[in-house]
Every structure is written in C-alpha cells, then in structure tokens.
C-alpha cells in the first residue's frame, strides 16, 4: 500500500519562504512521476510541479506559470523524499498543498498541507 506523508505547511508573510516534504512509504524509483497540486477554498485543485524518475537521464520538471521561478521541486531518492521549496510567496498561494505519486498509470495522494499566506 503506497502512503505519502507531507509535512512542512504553515503560516508565513508574504515574501517568506516553506519547504514542504512528501515522504513515501516505499522506493520513489517506482514512480514514473510524483509531484505537488495545491487546492485554494473555492477553487480546483490545480498543478504546482512535477519531477519524473528517470534512471537514465536527467528528471524532467514541469512547474505551473504561477509557480516558475519561485518554487523549486527536487527529490531525494536515498530518503524518498520529494521537496518543494517555496520562496516569495504570495497571498493566492494560500492552499491546501497535496503529494501526488503516478505508478502504472495509477495515481497516488497524500492527506495535503495547509499553506497560508498572510500578514
């Protein structure tokens, strides 16, 4: 059974920065991809980032047009661990923040962090 477990939400002011971790129960090496989604009250739930396992090449990342610039995802494979660093954030990153693991085409989610972007 695949369990991804997030951690690191909170409150921040604006401009300040999170690192959120989504740490999974089994070898990341099975994912074909894992990312982060974010879900604001009100709204869908919509892309952040994504990094692809690759064993043969450099991991492909794809970030939404909000995020590009700000937030970095990057991952740990010794600690199955994948990471996304937030920096500058913004009031409309207020989000409930959610792990996603792709595994034969089946998808994968954590419980989701809460993020809350305000002075």
């Known amino acids: 059974q695949v369990q991804l477990v997030e951690s690191g939400g909170g409150l921040v002011q604006p401009g300040g920065s999170l690192r959120l971790s989504c740490a999974a129960s089994?070898?990341?090496?099975?994912?074909?991809?894992m990312g982060w989604y974010r879900q604001a009250p009100g709204k869908e739930r919509e892309l952040v980032a994504t990094i692809t396992n690759s064993f043969t090449s450099d991991s492909r990342i794809n970030y939404a047009g909000s995020t590009k610039g700000r937030f970095t995802i990057s991952r740990d494979n010794a600690k199955n661990t994948v990471y996304l660093q937030m920096n500058s954030l913004k009031p409309e990153d207020t989000a409930v923040y959610y792990c996603n693991a792709v595994r034969q085409n089946i998808g994968y989610w954590g419980q989701g962090t809460q993020v809350t972007v305000s002075s």
């Open positions: 089994g070898s990341i090496f099975s994912f074909n991809v």
